[in-house]
């Protein structure tokens, strides 16, 4: 009967301390950003579902070809996504390599590991949490108060630059959303359109048929056949080859924290 007792208690203690966190989303964001920052990420910020699901779906090219989705598709009872920014400090980090006829990138692997921390965090407080790769991840960037969509169309951070990569979590966990960024970071600068070797830049738009770093991954073969080409993409092994950034390159957002 103690026993009883006992595991009664523990059960209404942790409905309490569940309902504690529902009525406190200012606790459970500082928390969940803090865990984030303190883990690795370079840049943590909260948007609500319904904010990123009043946008309408849109279309993702290179090898993907499917919508993005609206948090309601993945998870009915979702109200926060946590958005993770992780800063690519070195051009290595802007590599891909070919596995059994997959395509890896080194300069994403941090992020899983990261998503998960917060993830297990969440479900450690009773929450349902998940990785989406099918949401909007620009669109929730700027949500979330890191940085405008830019010329390049890349998120343009004011201290990392274009150099940033994106994962999410969505969650059913109310939590206090951040402010967008609203600042227009290009004004006149059109600096990473002229610099794309292959034109493959209007503003805010890239073809994915012309630019460098899809041509290599559809064509490996034909691709390396191409000296001008090769020159911005050039292999390192069979297997690798370093992804082209002129664009990111060329613009002055990030070059104090890369060192370039």
């Known amino acids: 009967m103690k026993e009883l007792d006992k595991t009664s208690r523990t059960s209404k203690q942790q409905d309490s301390t569940a309902k504690e966190r529902n009525l406190q989303p200012d606790r459970l964001a500082t928390e969940v950003k803090e865990l984030a920052l303190k883990s690795g990420a370079s840049l943590v ?15 993702v090219g290179w090898t993907i070809h499917e919508y993005t989705k609206k948090t309601s598709d993945i998870m009915p009872d979702a109200k ?3 958005v993770i920014g992780y800063h690519l400090w070195d051009k290595m980090l802007e590599l891909a390599i070919k596995k059994n006829n997959e395509w890896k990138y080194p300069g994403y692997f941090a992020l899983p590991f990261l998503a998960q921390t917060i993830i297990y965090h969440l479900q450690k407080n009773h929450y349902n949490a998940v990785m989406s790769g099918s949401l909007s991840y620009k669109r929730l960037a700027q949500l979330a108060g890191f940085g405008n969509f830019g010329k390049n169309a890349l998120i343009i951070n004011p201290v990392f630059g274009p150099w940033i990569r994106l994962a999410a979590v969505l969650t059913n966990a109310e939590m206090t959303p951040d402010k967008p960024f609203e600042k227009d970071l290009c004004g006149a600068c059109e600096a990473c359109l002229k610099a794309c070797p292959v034109g493959a830049l209007t503003p805010h738009k890239v073809d994915d048929l012309r630019c460098l770093v899809g041509v290599h991954l559809a064509e490996k073969e034909k691709f390396e056949q191409n000296k001008e080409w090769t020159k911005y993409e050039p292999s390192l092994t069979k297997n690798s080859h370093l992804m082209c ?3 990111q390159e060329a613009c002055k957002y990030g070059r104090e924290k890369r060192q370039i």
């Open 45 to 59: 910020g909260i948007v609500s579902a319904k904010a990123i699901d009043d946008f309408p779906k849109i279309l």
């Open 80 to 82: 926060s996504v946590v």
């Open 245 to 247: 950034t002129q664009c």
